[in-house]
Protein backbone atom coordinates (compact mmCIF):
# COMPACT_ATOMS: atom_id res chain seq x y z
CA UNK A 1 0.00 0.00 0.00
CA UNK A 2 1.57 3.22 -1.03
CA UNK A 3 -0.42 5.17 1.12
CA UNK A 4 -1.56 5.42 4.78
CA UNK A 5 -5.49 5.84 4.96
CA UNK A 6 -5.12 8.78 6.64
CA UNK A 7 -3.08 10.17 3.52
CA UNK A 8 -5.88 8.64 1.04
CA UNK A 9 -8.49 10.71 3.20
CA UNK A 10 -6.24 14.10 3.14
CA UNK A 11 -5.53 14.01 -0.66
CA UNK A 12 -9.44 12.57 -1.39
CA UNK A 13 -10.49 16.17 0.00
CA UNK A 14 -11.77 18.69 -2.44
CA UNK A 15 -10.32 21.46 -0.47
CA UNK A 16 -7.29 20.70 0.30
CA UNK A 17 -5.66 21.72 -3.61
CA UNK A 18 -7.18 24.97 -3.03
CA UNK A 19 -5.83 25.54 0.21
CA UNK A 20 -2.59 24.77 -1.07
CA UNK A 21 -2.71 27.08 -4.09
CA UNK A 22 -4.26 29.63 -1.23
CA UNK A 23 -1.14 28.72 0.35
CA UNK A 24 -2.24 27.79 3.52
CA UNK A 25 0.62 27.14 5.78
CA UNK A 26 -1.53 24.93 7.51
CA UNK A 27 -1.94 22.67 5.05
CA UNK A 28 1.29 22.93 3.61
CA UNK A 29 3.04 21.62 6.78
CA UNK A 30 0.58 18.41 6.40
CA UNK A 31 1.35 18.02 3.12
CA UNK A 32 5.49 18.49 4.29
CA UNK A 33 4.46 15.85 7.26
CA UNK A 34 2.96 13.04 4.69
CA UNK A 35 5.06 12.95 2.03
CA UNK A 36 8.63 14.25 3.29
CA UNK A 37 10.44 11.01 4.55
CA UNK A 38 9.33 9.20 1.16
CA UNK A 39 10.61 12.40 -1.00
CA UNK A 40 14.11 12.27 1.22
CA UNK A 41 14.61 8.32 0.64
CA UNK A 42 13.89 8.72 -3.30
CA UNK A 43 16.63 11.74 -3.45
CA UNK A 44 18.65 9.70 -1.12
CA UNK A 45 18.60 6.87 -3.05
CA UNK A 46 20.04 8.77 -6.19
CA UNK A 47 22.14 11.22 -4.53
CA UNK A 48 24.01 8.73 -2.00
CA UNK A 49 24.05 11.55 0.51
CA UNK A 50 21.26 12.70 3.62
CA UNK A 51 22.65 16.26 3.09
CA UNK A 52 22.36 16.81 -0.33
CA UNK A 53 19.20 14.66 -0.17
CA UNK A 54 17.43 17.07 2.57
CA UNK A 55 18.46 20.02 0.44
CA UNK A 56 16.39 18.99 -2.60
CA UNK A 57 14.05 17.90 -0.50
CA UNK A 58 13.52 21.46 1.22
CA UNK A 59 14.05 23.22 -2.51
CA UNK A 60 11.54 21.21 -4.13
CA UNK A 61 8.89 21.64 -1.37
CA UNK A 62 9.35 25.89 -1.75
CA UNK A 63 9.17 25.47 -5.29
CA UNK A 64 6.27 22.97 -5.18
CA UNK A 65 4.15 24.82 -2.94
CA UNK A 66 4.72 28.61 -4.48
CA UNK A 67 4.86 27.65 -8.04
CA UNK A 68 4.52 23.55 -9.33
CA UNK A 69 0.80 23.73 -7.22
CA UNK A 70 -1.00 25.69 -9.57
CA UNK A 71 -0.70 23.12 -12.51
CA UNK A 72 -2.19 19.89 -10.25
CA UNK A 73 -5.76 19.54 -11.28
CA UNK A 74 -6.87 17.13 -8.53
CA UNK A 75 -5.63 17.07 -5.01
CA UNK A 76 -4.79 13.09 -5.23
CA UNK A 77 -1.96 13.76 -8.06
CA UNK A 78 -0.22 15.27 -5.41
CA UNK A 79 2.05 12.73 -4.04
CA UNK A 80 2.58 11.52 -7.46
CA UNK A 81 3.77 14.95 -8.67
CA UNK A 82 5.85 15.32 -5.82
CA UNK A 83 7.62 12.00 -6.69
CA UNK A 84 8.04 12.39 -9.63
CA UNK A 85 9.58 15.50 -9.16
CA UNK A 86 12.14 14.27 -6.77
CA UNK A 87 13.13 11.80 -9.40
CA UNK A 88 13.57 14.50 -11.97
CA UNK A 89 15.94 16.73 -9.88
CA UNK A 90 17.72 14.60 -8.30
CA UNK A 91 18.61 13.37 -11.53
CA UNK A 92 19.93 16.50 -13.14
CA UNK A 93 21.68 16.97 -10.02
CA UNK A 94 23.61 13.83 -10.68
CA UNK A 95 23.94 14.70 -14.26
CA UNK A 96 25.48 18.32 -13.07
CA UNK A 97 27.27 17.01 -10.46
CA UNK A 98 29.17 14.27 -13.03
CA UNK A 99 30.03 17.76 -15.64
CA UNK A 100 31.08 20.00 -13.28
CA UNK A 101 34.67 20.75 -12.90
CA UNK A 102 35.80 21.38 -9.29
CA UNK A 103 36.43 25.04 -8.58
CA UNK A 104 38.81 24.07 -5.26
CA UNK A 105 42.58 24.00 -6.73
CA UNK A 106 44.57 21.14 -6.22
CA UNK A 107 46.00 22.23 -2.81
CA UNK A 108 43.34 23.08 -0.34
CA UNK A 109 43.34 27.08 1.02
CA UNK A 110 45.92 27.81 -2.19
CA UNK A 111 44.55 30.63 -4.32
CA UNK A 112 44.21 29.11 -8.16
CA UNK A 113 46.85 32.09 -9.10
CA UNK A 114 49.60 30.75 -12.02
CA UNK A 115 52.45 29.73 -10.06
CA UNK A 116 50.68 29.72 -6.76
CA UNK A 117 51.59 34.01 -6.56
CA UNK A 118 49.96 33.90 -3.02
CA UNK A 119 47.57 32.57 -0.62
CA UNK A 120 44.08 33.61 -0.08
CA UNK A 121 41.93 32.09 2.64
CA UNK A 122 38.49 30.53 1.49
CA UNK A 123 37.03 32.32 4.63
CA UNK A 124 38.23 35.31 3.23
CA UNK A 125 36.85 34.77 -0.44
CA UNK A 126 33.49 34.01 1.78
CA UNK A 127 33.58 37.57 3.25
CA UNK A 128 34.37 39.42 0.60
CA UNK A 129 31.33 37.94 -1.92
CA UNK A 130 29.38 38.67 1.23
CA UNK A 131 30.34 42.13 1.33
CA UNK A 132 29.73 41.68 -2.92
CA UNK A 133 26.02 40.93 -2.26
CA UNK A 134 25.20 43.70 0.32
CA UNK A 135 26.39 46.58 -2.73
CA UNK A 136 23.94 44.80 -4.97
CA UNK A 137 19.94 45.83 -4.79
CA UNK A 138 17.76 43.92 -3.03
CA UNK A 139 16.13 42.79 -6.05
CA UNK A 140 18.92 41.92 -7.80
CA UNK A 141 20.40 39.60 -4.61
CA UNK A 142 16.64 37.90 -5.02
CA UNK A 143 16.88 37.41 -8.74
CA UNK A 144 20.49 35.60 -8.23
CA UNK A 145 18.88 33.54 -5.02
CA UNK A 146 15.76 32.59 -6.98
CA UNK A 147 17.32 31.64 -10.34
CA UNK A 148 21.14 30.40 -9.10
CA UNK A 149 19.73 28.91 -5.43
CA UNK A 150 15.86 27.37 -6.78
CA UNK A 151 16.89 27.28 -10.32
CA UNK A 152 13.23 28.90 -11.25
CA UNK A 153 12.99 30.27 -15.10
CA UNK A 154 13.49 34.04 -15.96
CA UNK A 155 10.04 33.41 -17.03
CA UNK A 156 8.62 32.59 -13.32
CA UNK A 157 10.92 35.32 -11.80
CA UNK A 158 9.74 37.96 -14.07
CA UNK A 159 6.19 36.79 -12.78
CA UNK A 160 6.69 37.08 -8.96
CA UNK A 161 8.78 40.18 -8.92
CA UNK A 162 7.58 41.83 -11.59
CA UNK A 163 8.70 42.84 -15.40
CA UNK A 164 9.93 40.85 -18.62
CA UNK A 165 11.98 37.90 -18.56
CA UNK A 166 14.64 39.60 -21.08
CA UNK A 167 14.68 42.32 -17.78
CA UNK A 168 15.25 39.47 -15.22
CA UNK A 169 18.06 37.70 -17.31
CA UNK A 170 19.77 40.79 -17.89
CA UNK A 171 19.67 42.22 -14.14
CA UNK A 172 21.22 38.22 -13.18
CA UNK A 173 23.65 39.13 -15.92
CA UNK A 174 24.86 42.49 -14.90
CA UNK A 175 24.79 41.31 -11.33
CA UNK A 176 27.08 38.28 -11.85
CA UNK A 177 29.38 41.24 -13.36
CA UNK A 178 29.31 43.15 -10.60
CA UNK A 179 30.26 40.53 -8.06
CA UNK A 180 33.12 39.10 -10.35
CA UNK A 181 34.30 43.17 -10.88
CA UNK A 182 34.01 43.34 -6.80
CA UNK A 183 35.74 39.69 -6.09
CA UNK A 184 38.32 40.90 -8.55
CA UNK A 185 38.94 44.51 -6.78
CA UNK A 186 39.42 42.71 -3.21
CA UNK A 187 41.80 39.79 -4.78
CA UNK A 188 43.65 42.63 -6.22
CA UNK A 189 43.84 44.50 -3.08
CA UNK A 190 44.93 41.51 -1.09
CA UNK A 191 47.70 40.51 -3.54
CA UNK A 192 49.33 43.72 -3.05
CA UNK A 193 49.67 43.71 0.84
Not at 66 to 80: F, M, W
Amino acid sequence: MLFSRKAEEFYVDPGVLRRLKDRDSKTQEQVWRLERSRLRAIALSVLKSGEDADALVSDLFVDFFYRHVNDIRSGQAIPAYLRIMAVRRARRQMGRARRQVPIEPDFPGEDPLPGGVDRIDRSIWTRWLTECLAGLGEKARRVLRMHYGHEMSYAFIAGELGGSKQAVGKMAKKSLQALRRCLQKHRAAALEE
